[in-house]
């Protein structure tokens, strides 16, 4: 859902969704990068700790092979629900001022 939210945020500056699919692909790439430090732990800089899915990863480890800490589980879907909860907030009215605009 936050993807989603994403990708219609930044869809919401162009004329179709063709257009915009370079930014969207850009922004796929960023929000993957944290992958780079869960394949070597010893490179987590702080840039790559602050991304969202950052602490996804971890959770979604925790899913798939219990050790015990299902409190990352819960903190992740918390971020991600008011995280969403922002995104489509911030996508409404990302629709109504450029579609108001034509």
Known sequence: IFASGLGLIIASFF???????????????????PFISYFVPSFAPQYIRILPTYPLQFAIREAVFPSGNT?????TILTFTILSIINFIVAVFAYRRNLGSN
């Open 15 to 33: 004329d179709n969704i063709s257009q915009s699919m370079v930014w969207i692909l850009a922004a796929s790439i960023i929000f993957s990068v």
């Open 71 to 75: 409190q990352i589980i819960y903190s």
